[in-house]
């Protein structure tokens, strides 16, 4: 990137992290957003959400849970379908206790939203515990 001349801004970065989401690439799509920090180049909307699928896509809750962080103390708010994918993985990793703080944490959040049901199924040693009914509030 140093031989362009012009620097690269949000949306190169955004596109070059979107192109590592897609590609299955968590690694190189983190090596971008730190080289976007560094240069001092804001993050927005777009590159958090390409971060986070990359995250979901690798199993790395933790690492798209402190993303989303980074997200809302940027301002940014994420989609719900963002939220609604990291509470199904929780889910899966059977923590209803995440789960609650991450609806929550989007309820805190604020904006303008619509309410609808989700309830993910956790279970233990294979029978089934009762469902963490969550009303998520759709944009």
Not at 38 to 62: M, P, Y
């Amino acid at each position: 990137m140093d031989s362009l001349r012009e620097k690269p801004n949000t949306i190169t970065y955004s596109s070059l992290i979107s192109a590592c989401e897609r590609g299955g690439r968590l690694d190189r799509a983190l090596e971008w957003f730190e080289n976007m920090q560094k240069a001092g180049v804001e993050a927005d909307l777009i590159t958090f959400s390409a971060l986070i699928a990359a995250c979901e896509r690798n199993e790395e809750l933790d690492t798209a849970l402190r993303l989303l962080d980074l997200a809302h103390q940027a301002g940014h708010l994420a989609p719900v379908e963002t939220y609604t994918r990291l509470i199904e993985h929780c889910g899966r990793r059977q923590n209803s206790e995440q789960a609650l703080e991450l609806f929550l944490s989007m309820q805190m959040a604020g904006g303008e939203r619509k309410c609808a049901l989700y309830q993910p199924r956790f279970t233990e040693e294979g029978r089934s515990l009762p469902c963490l009914s969550v009303a998520l509030y759709l944009l």
